[in-house]
């Protein structure tokens, strides 16, 4: 059996556009293309003993790499899904189709199906039921993405050879003329001006920029070609932290890159403090990591997402050690799991230390934000000083929590009803640390207080209560405020205590209470990874909060245009599609060599 070799001549298409013109070719838009006789190609198949991976069929030296697997079979779950049956069911999906742009989509979709002689869904189940995977490689001119490899494997035979057939009037269009090719005996290859070659099997499909790359990867897919991407260092070192076979896998070799920009690829520094705190530390790791890899991994009712660099945290120098924990140790504790949770996080990071080291880690036009950050601290403590008498006070932990809360300090409900909400931060030194939020408490209660007299809100008085052996801090209304349309201020009722070396601060006496409970009975998951950071959402959690609001949205649909039957069946579909989902969670999981970033989630 024989295959062919083509070339796709369209008139400036460049390497980083090789993968879209490749599934354009599938699905009958490829404008050049000559077509092989399925009886007379040689089937390739992969080599006894190697990886069923693609990567084992793209020459070495790519400088970024991706790969999925069972495309056709995800394909097939979401169209039958009834989460995607819902959505097509909502005013605002009906309001899209009637947009000119979706139309025009949607007529190109009925011309490719009309061409094809099948449903476009059918027929990317068919031809994804395998592997795709694509790789860009480097120019002589410096492009670090200048080439492209697309490998197409295991395509149903029969659906490959329809749309082959359905593709052939266009051929002739093509000014392409055949050429004997070395590689295989009896292969054929077409080039018009050498830009894209493309070469068609019985059930797999090569793409390539270049004849070279294209020749590689067909001796290396017929197993009579070295040099395999899969045997570079770089892409062994993410296979053996991350593994080799996931639904989709992702790999960019930092050294290339490195090396194609003449400098490092991430900032020394950042100009914004928030983003030194959240991606600082990953930022260092990665300049110096030889990959950053990805892989999403699905099942019936889960995905996961991992992303990951490889490095020792413990190596870095003084200034950036301070955003990671240690791998050996527990890293952030878990989110206390309050009744109906609606979400939380936990994040690690030494403040101390960063706050010291931050003219290291930030841009200097950044520096003098802090001198009006501690002129205004000092105004709330005076004789205190940020760098030397509050920060070191301050543990290496802070944790944040949303649920429900009850509104028993009200004789009525806010016309907007907001979760409670709840701060714990982990203190360095217990008692000294404690005394200070508690002044910073104090200070803070007082202000909202008077600001509240000046609005002409029902003041508070601060009392305390013995909860658990735990002293709770907390404001209570002289006089209970009337009324079921009460302003937003009033969901909000502070309260904070002391847990050991945690600090509370919370938005009610209730979830106060709360956070007390799961402190002073922790729980931990047997084998739970080391996490810097731990954020997570409860979808069904969160729709309650949005149906306890339900008047106070439709009112805002309706303000804009809609009527009230819509304005009630667009909510009711937001929440069934909220209500989907079981939960989301981001983490990042610190390793003795390797940092990952993690986002998971699940449904019904």
């Not at 349309?485 to 938005?507: C, D, E, T, W, Y």
Request: a negative charge; aromatic letters at 8%; glycine letters at 8%.
């Amino acid at each position: 059996m024989s295959h062919r070799v083509f070339s796709l001549c369209q008139s400036g298409l460049r390497p980083t556009a090789l993968l879209a013109a490749f599934v354009a070719l599938l699905l009958g838009h490829a404008s050049s293309a000559a077509l092989a006789d399925p009886a007379t190609t040689p089937a390739i198949q992969v080599q006894a003993g190697k990886s069923d991976s693609l990567a084992g069929s793209l020459p070495a030296g790519a400088t970024g790499y991706a790969e999925i697997t069972g495309l056709g079979h995800l394909l097939e779950r979401l169209q039958n899904s009834s989460y995607l049956q819902t959505l097509k069911s909502t005013p605002q999906f009906h309001e899209l189709e009637k947009a000119p742009q979706y139309q025009q989509v949607d007529a190109v979709r009925k011309i490719v199906e009309a061409q094809l002689g099948m449903n476009l869904w059918k027929a990317a189940e068919e031809l994804f039921g395998g592997r795709l995977a694509l790789a860009v490689y480097p120019k002589s001119d410096g492009n670090p993405v200048g080439n492209a490899v697309a490998v197409l494997r295991g395509a149903n035979p029969a659906v490959l050879t329809q749309v082959r057939e359905r593709i052939e009037p266009f051929l002739s269009l093509a000014n392409a003329q055949p050429e004997a090719s070395d590689v295989i005996p009896g292969t054929k290859l077409f080039s018009n001006g050498g830009q894209a070659f493309v070469a068609w099997g019985d059930s797999w499909l090569a793409a390539a920029s270049t004849r070279e790359l294209l020749d590689k990867s067909l001796g290396l897919l017929s197993g009579k070609e070295q040099g395999a991407l899969a045997n570079d260092e770089a892409f062994r070192g993410m296979s053996a932290k991350m593994g080799s076979e996931h639904v989709v896998r992702a790999f960019a070799n930092m050294g290339l890159l490195t090396k194609a920009k003449g400098s490092r690829l991430t900032p020394e520094k950042v100009d914004n403090p928030v983003v030194s705190m959240l991606v600082g530390g990953i930022l260092e790791l990665a300049a110096a990591s030889p990959y950053v890899g990805l892989a999403l991994d699905v099942s019936d009712h889960r995905f996961v997402v991992t992303s990951g660099i490889a490095g020792d945290s413990r190596q870095l120098d003084e200034a950036h050690r301070v955003f990671f924990s240690d791998p050996a140790g527990p890293g952030t504790p878990d989110i206390p799991q309050l009744p109906s949770l609606i979400g939380g996080f936990t994040f690690h990071l030494d403040l101390a230390n960063w706050y010291k080291q931050r003219e290291k880690l930030l841009e200097p036009q950044v520096l003098p934000g802090f001198d009006q950050f501690e002129t205004g601290i000092a105004n709330l403590l005076p004789g205190k000083d940020v760098g030397e008498d509050i920060v070191p006070l301050i543990g290496r932990n802070v944790t944040f929590v949303a649920a429900p809360q009850d509104y028993s300090h009200l004789d009525g409900k806010p016309g907007v009803k907001l979760p409670g909400f709840g701060l714990v931060i982990e203190l360095a030194k217990a008692e000294e640390g404690g005394d200070l939020f508690q002044l910073f408490f104090q200070t803070i209660s007082a202000i909202l207080n008077l600001a509240s007299g000046q609005q002409k809100h029902e003041p508070w008085v601060m009392k305390s209560e013995s909860y658990k052996d735990i002293q709770i801090s907390y404001g209570r209304y002289l006089k209970k405020p009337v009324g079921n349309q009460l302003p937003l201020v009033f969901n909000f009722m502070p309260a904070s205590a002391r847990v050991g070396n945690k600090f509370i601060i919370s938005s009610s006496i209730e979830t106060c209470r709360q956070l007390i409970d799961q402190l002073q009975s922790p729980t931990r998951g047997p084998g739970r990874p080391n996490r810097n950071l731990d954020f997570e959402v409860h979808p069904a959690a969160l729709a309650d909060i949005l149906e306890a609001n339900r008047e106070v949205f439709q009112a805002r649909s309706i303000q804009q245009g809609s009527d009230s039957k819509k304005a009630e069946a667009e909510f009711s579909t937001l929440l069934e599609l909220i209500r989907f989902f079981d939960s989301f969670r981001l983490s990042t999981n610190v390793l003795p060599e390797a940092f990952q970033v993690q986002l998971e989630g699940s449904w019904k």
